[in-house]
């Protein structure tokens, strides 16, 4: 492709590939978008894969409240896991005693 060897410049911004456009263009392969370019010395028109800023944010927004709902499972069960370990504690405790 002209573009990884000459300047450019962007003739259509990123946008979604149609249905038609993913069949035909190959450049809509790796991530669903693309952009038109314009090859400044040879003068050409070509398509190149590109990512969205609204795709990357959704992605970034869906990672984040993944994580902070693995965060609040594993919180509850270190919880979990404190209350348990203090009843086994107090009950070592009051065997103890009794055994006094």
């Known amino acids: ?10 003739a259509q911004e990123c946008a979604r ?3 038609f456009q993913a069949k035909t263009i190959a450049a809509c392969n790796p991530t669903g978008f693309i952009e ?3 090859c400044a010395t040879s003068n050409r028109d070509e398509f ?7 795709m990357e ?10 994580m902070m709902c693995v965060a609040a499972v594993f919180a509850v069960l270190v919880v ?12 070592k405790v009051r065997k103890q005693i009794e055994s006094i």
């Open 48 to 54: 190149k894969s590109c990512r969205s800023a609204v």
């Open 1 to 10: 492709p002209c573009w990884r060897v000459e300047d450019f410049v962007v």
């Open 57 to 66: 944010a959704h992605i970034f927004w869906r990672f984040v409240g993944t």
């Open 36 to 38: 038109k370019i314009n």
């Open 17 to 19: 590939c149609s249905s």
């Open 80 to 91: 979990c896991r404190q209350r348990v370990l203090d009843r086994k504690a107090l009950e």
